[in-house]
């Protein structure tokens, strides 16, 4: 599973209730004809990210799809058909965005996450051994572990979201974000 990570934020003339109506009406379009191997979205507002809105309050969208062949199909579809005017709608009064692509390591993708904890691999550590030692913690505590694909994004490498902070090794030296839900 891969998720696409899109960042925005908005205009500073437009309301916050107006902007996340708009959001909202493009992730309900996207649900009510979902295209090929999208699984689902959902979007939360953050603050403290550096790589989004300077670190100002920014939202964060999780699109989920089966894999990365589904990228395209939904690259595509989010223009077209009956999402393309809510497209349109909620891209017009964005300030600003940027976007990274994750695979999930381990855990389950949860929407009721309240915490992100961004981090990168800490010199010298080897990939099987942190995910090795990440896996379990991750999954007790109902979240899930994700990794960026090949570089795309500005984003830390790893994120781990779940219901709460967890404690993570001293050596990662978590970022750690929270999720407002923008149901």
Known sequence: MLAYVFWHWRRPDVPAPDYERRQRAFHAALAAAPPDGFLRSSIVRTSGAPWANAGGTAYEDWYLVRDSAALDVLN????????????????????????????????????????????????????????????????????????????????????????????????????????????
């Open 76 to 183: 595509e579809a989010a223009i077209s058909a009956g999402r393309a005017v809510a497209h349109d709608a909620a891209a017009a009064v964005a300030a600003g965005g940027t976007a990274a692509l994750y695979r999930l390591r381990a855990g389950a993708p949860d929407p009721s996450a309240r915490v992100a904890q961004w981090f990168a691999k800490p010199d010298g550590a080897r990939y099987d051994a942190l995910h090795a030692s990440l896996s379990p913690l991750v999954e007790r505590a109902g979240g899930a572990l994700w990794v960026r694909q090949m570089v795309l994004g500005p984003s830390p490498e790893f994120c781990v979201r779940a219901p709460s902070a967890l404690v993570l090794p001293a050596s990662l030296t978590p970022l750690a974000l929270p999720l407002d839900p923008v149901p």
